[in-house]
Nanobody, 124 residues
């Protein structure tokens, strides 16, 4: 049974930082493209960042470029999202997802597994 468990969310002031983690089990983590998505209240879920199975390629939404960094540790079956210079508009539930497809430019429907999400709240 595949499990993706996010952690690291919380309340932070604008300009602060958080590091999200996603612990994976039940799948061969090192062969999957991994992504982060987020959903703000009243809005659709949107892409944040993705990383190829071997960290050979990354992709970011324009809204987070230069502030967020996605990384992974295949030995630990863990995905990370370092979020710096946080803004109130980054407030959302953040989800990690795994895809068998080897591309960082996938639509959400191409992701096979999803976590339950972790709440990030940025106060102004």
């Amino acid at each position: 049974q595949v499990q993706l468990v996010e952690s690291g969310g919380g309340l932070v002031q604008a300009g602060g930082s958080l590091r999200l983690s996603c612990a994976a089990s039940g799948l061969t983590f090192g062969t999957f493209t991994m992504g982060w998505f987020r959903q703000a209240p009243g809005k659709e879920r949107e892409f944040v960042a993705a990383i190829l199975w071997n960290s050979g390629d990354t992709n970011y939404a324009d809204s987070v470029k230069g502030r967020f960094t996605i990384s992974r540790d295949n030995a630990k079956n863990t995905l990370y999202l370092q979020m710096n210079s946080l803004k109130p508009e980054d407030t959302a539930v953040y989800y990690c997802a795994a895809s068998k497809w080897r591309s960082t430019r996938l639509g959400q429907t191409s992701y096979d597994y999803w976590g339950q999400g972790t709440q990030v709240t940025v106060s102004s």
